[in-house]
């Protein structure tokens, strides 16, 4: 059983950062493809960013590729989404998914482990 835990969520001004954090309780946590999404109020939950094992193989939704960067520190078996330049639309929900098996896709069924999700609001 894997747990995640996403922090740093909150409030920023449009054009700000803020970077979330996702702490697993994963034994081999470099084992396993992680990802983040994001659920806007009323809409469908939307694939933002994965990374397969390391830093090095990463990928990212179109509207997030040059402002978001995922990352992973797997010594302290966490996954991190720097965001920058943030907007309005970037507001929601933003959850953490991991993938024991196979490699990152934004297909969300393909994960196995979800966080509780952490609140991102950018004001305009």
């Known amino acids: 059983q894997v747990q995640l835990v996403e922090s740093g969520g909150g409030l920023v001004q449009a054009g700000g950062s803020l970077r979330l954090s996702c702490a697993a309780s994963?034994?081999?946590?470099?084992?396993?493809?992680m990802a983040w999404f994001r659920q806007a109020p009323g809409k469908e939950r939307e694939f933002v960013a994965g990374?397969?094992?390391?830093?090095?193989?990463?990928f990212y939704a179109d509207s997030v590729k040059g402002r978001f960067i995922i990352s992973r520190d797997n010594a302290k078996n966490t996954v991190y989404l720097q965001m920058n330049s943030l907007q309005p639309e970037d507001t929601a929900v933003y959850f953490c998914a991991a993938r024991a098996y196979g490699l990152a896709s934004e297909d969300l069924g393909h994960y196995r482990y979800w966080g509780q999700g952490t609140q991102v609001t950018v004001s305009s």
């Open positions: 994963a034994y081999r946590f470099s084992n396993y493809a």
């Open positions: 990374d397969n094992w390391s830093s090095i193989s990463t």
